[in-house]
Structure formats: structure tokens, C-alpha cells
């Protein structure tokens, strides 16, 4: 059973930069497909980033394209998203989720098997 767990969340300023990190323990994080997704409060859960294990392709939603950025780092099991130029419609709990075995990366919420417990991140002025 892999365990997700997020951390960097927090408030900060419109413009500001934020790094969320997703740590995976387990042993399938190396050929887990990895993404990001956001929940607003009274919205459905919206895709943000994802990775694929395999190589360097990357997806990205309309919404943050330009200025998230998805990456990992296979020693340390973990998984980033670095997010500039942030606004307030960012604000969001998020969510690191992982797909087992897939390929990726895929914006499909469904083929995700594994979620973190989100963290949340506000930004207001």
C-alpha cells in the first residue's frame, strides 16, 4: 500500500512562488505515474500537473500552463510542483496522487490509485 503525503502548502501573496512536495513510501514510486490535482471549496477536483515515469513528458491544465512546474526526484521518492505567479483563484487544497504501473502522464482522475491527503495553499492580499 503506498502512502502519499504532502507538505508545503500556505498563504501567500498574489505573485508569489510556492513549492508543494509529495513524498511516496513504497516501492512503486519509480514506475508510478505522478500528478497534481486542486479541489475549491464547492468545486469538483481539477486536474493540475502529472508525469510520466518513463521519460520527460509532462501535462499540464489550461489554468496553470506556464506557470507550474512538475517535477521529481526518484532518490528521495518524492514528487514537486513549483507554482509561480500564483492568484487567488490558485487557492485550493491539493492533492498528489499516483498511478500505479501507468505510464502517464494522464489528466484522468480515475486511473489514479493512490491520493495524499492534500495540503492546502491560499493566496490572498
Known amino acids: 500500500q503506498e502512502q502519499l503525503v504532502e507538505s508545503g502548502g500556505g498563504l501567500v501573496r498574489p505573485g508569489d512562488s510556492l513549492r508543494l512536495s509529495c513524498t511516496v513510501s513504497?516501492?512503486?514510486?519509480?514506475?508510478?505515474?505522478m500528478a497534481w490535482f486542486r479541489q475549491a471549496p464547492g468545486e469538483e477536483r481539477e486536474f493540475v500537473a502529472a508525469d510520466s515515469w518513463s521519460g520527460p513528458s509532462t501535462l499540464y491544465g489550461d489554468s496553470v500552463k506556464g506557470r507550474f512546474t512538475i517535477s521529481r526526484d526518484n532518490t528521495k521518492n518524492t514528487v514537486y510542483l513549483q507554482m509561480n505567479s500564483l492568484k487567488p483563484e490558485d487557492t485550493a487544497v491539493y492533492y498528489c496522487?499516483?498511478?500505479?504501473?501507468?505510464?502517464?502522464?494522464?489528466?484522468?482522475?480515475?486511473?489514479?490509485?493512490?491520493w495524499g491527503q492534500g495540503t492546502q495553499v491560499t493566496v490572498s492580499s
Open positions: 496522487a499516483a498511478d500505479r504501473d501507468g505510464l502517464g502522464p494522464t489528466s484522468i482522475l480515475e486511473l489514479y490509485d493512490y
Open positions: 513504497g516501492r512503486t514510486f519509480r514506475t508510478s505515474a
